[in-house]
C-alpha cells in the first residue's frame, strides 16, 4: 500500500473526488457507523492536528501508544475495526450528512503544515508534519474504503 501526503494539492483532490461520490445511502463493508458518522469520525484526527480537538487518552494507551505511533503512516493498512478513542465515536448520534461532507472538505482543503499546530499526539507522542500528513491520509484511505470509495 502506498501512503500519500496529505500536504499535496492533487492528492488532496482524489480524496474530495472519493468522498463526491459518497451518498447518504451509501453502505458501510464493515463497522457500525453509517456514512454520516463516517464523516465526522474522520474529521476528529485532523482536528487534533489542528488544536481544535483534545481528547485525553487513557493512562494505558499514552503508555504504550509512543512503541506503535509507526502504525499511523507505515504502508501496511490499518485493521478492520480497531478500537477507537471514545471520543472518536459517532455511532448512537444522528449526523447530517451535507454538513458532515462539507465540513471535511474543508479541514482537507485547510490541512497545511502551517495549519498543523499540534507536535505531540495525545496518545502516540511526538510526530513530524510528515508523519501526520501520512497518518490522515491513511484514516481516511481506510474509512472511505469501507464505503468502497
Known sequence: MEIKN????VVKQEL?????QLTPQTQRQWGKMD???MLAHVQM????????HRPKGSFLLRLIGPLFKSKLWDDNPYKRSL???????MTGNAKDFEKEKESLVNL????TE???IVERHPVFGKLTKENWSKAMWKHLD????QFGV
Open 108 to 111: 482537507i482543503n485547510n490541512f
Open 35 to 37: 456514512v454520516a458518522q
Open 114 to 116: 502551517k495549519n498543523l
Open 16 to 20: 474530495v473526488s472519493r468522498i463526491n
Open 83 to 89: 478500537p477507537t478513542d471514545p471520543t472518536f465515536v
Open 142 to 145: 481506510h474509512h472511505l474504503q
Open 6 to 9: 496529505l500536504f499535496d494539492a
Open 45 to 52: 484526527p485532523i482536528r487534533i492536528a489542528f488544536g481544535t
